[in-house]
């Protein structure tokens, strides 16, 4: 009688991080089906919950000793998805098709930079850079779910303020030529992985993410257009610090 196979099993923890993977991936497709409905908003807040699903999927991972290859390529390929191709087909399908041939060669080039960037990532980490650059407090070019983030922030902003200039496809062409320069830089920007908490601060810390959840559940875009407002002057001041260490 022929031998029988022997069956290999896969533990469901080393399944859990890669499902929440997929759940990010699923949201940033969610967004295109949102945006091509003209459901603007929802298809913002896809976005935002595939950054959402992004961050935990690494933290699941390593909580419960289910890192792989295979997850980490799938995280890569859907981060190309979710915060590269789905924001660029947003914001050409919100303004930047009025802008013809131009609005589409900032989306391509969104897209392609943050391909770029992503690939960029995964030799560095495989070259042990990534550690150092994190230790030291930050990170090399905006990471992909900022980027995408600061892709749709017009968005977010004409949503609270309704500025009129917010959707002109020029502006916006322009504003995402910055954005796919800083996605793929070498400026140093934040990273929340370096930052550590005094044992003595933990409460205030946990009292400011109880406000800040509740903000994102009653004033979502206004919470948004501050956090990346945030974020934007952290930009140039991360990199004044980082060039003063240096010297």
């Not at 908003?41 to 991972?61: K, P, Q, R, W």
């Not at 770029?116 to 779910?145: H, S, W």
């Not at 044992?199 to 400011?208: D, Q």
Request: aromatic share 10%; hydrophobic share 55%; glycine share 8%.
């Amino acid at each position: 009688m022929p031998e029988k196979k022997a069956r290999f099993h896969i533990p469901v923890r080393s399944l859990a991080p890669n499902a929440i993977t997929v759940l990010a991936l699923c949201a940033g497709m969610f967004g295109v089906r949102f945006a091509y409905l003209g459901q603007w908003e929802s298809a913002v807040t896809a976005i935002l919950v595939a950054g959402v699903f992004d961050g935990l999927d690494g933290s699941v991972a390593r909580l419960l000793k289910g890192t792989s290859k295979f997850g980490a390529e799938l995280d890569s390929l859907s981060d190309v998805i979710s915060f590269g191709v789905s924001p660029a087909l947003i914001m050409y399908m919100w303004v930047l098709s009025d802008f013809r041939g131009v609005g589409w060669l900032m989306s391509l080039m969104f897209a392609i930079c943050m391909a770029l960037r992503l690939a960029r990532f995964n030799t560095v980490m495989k070259d042990d850079e990534l550690g150092a650059e994190v230790k030291a407090g930050y990170y090399t070019g905006i990471p992909a779910p900022a980027s995408a983030a600061l892709a749709l922030w017009p968005m977010i902003l004409s949503f609270e303020f309704g500025y009129e200039f917010l959707a002109d496809p020029k502006i916006c062409s322009a504003y995402m030529g910055v954005i796919c320069l800083l996605t793929v830089s070498r400026l140093p920007t934040f990273s929340f992985k370096s930052l550590k908490i005094h044992k003595e601060h933990v409460l205030f810390v946990l009292i400011g993410i109880g406000i800040l959840a509740s903000l994102l559940m009653t004033h979502l875009w206004m919470t948004m257009s501050v956090v990346g407002m945030v974020y934007v002057i952290s930009i140039p001041t991360i990199a004044i610090l980082t060039l003063r260490k240096k010297d």
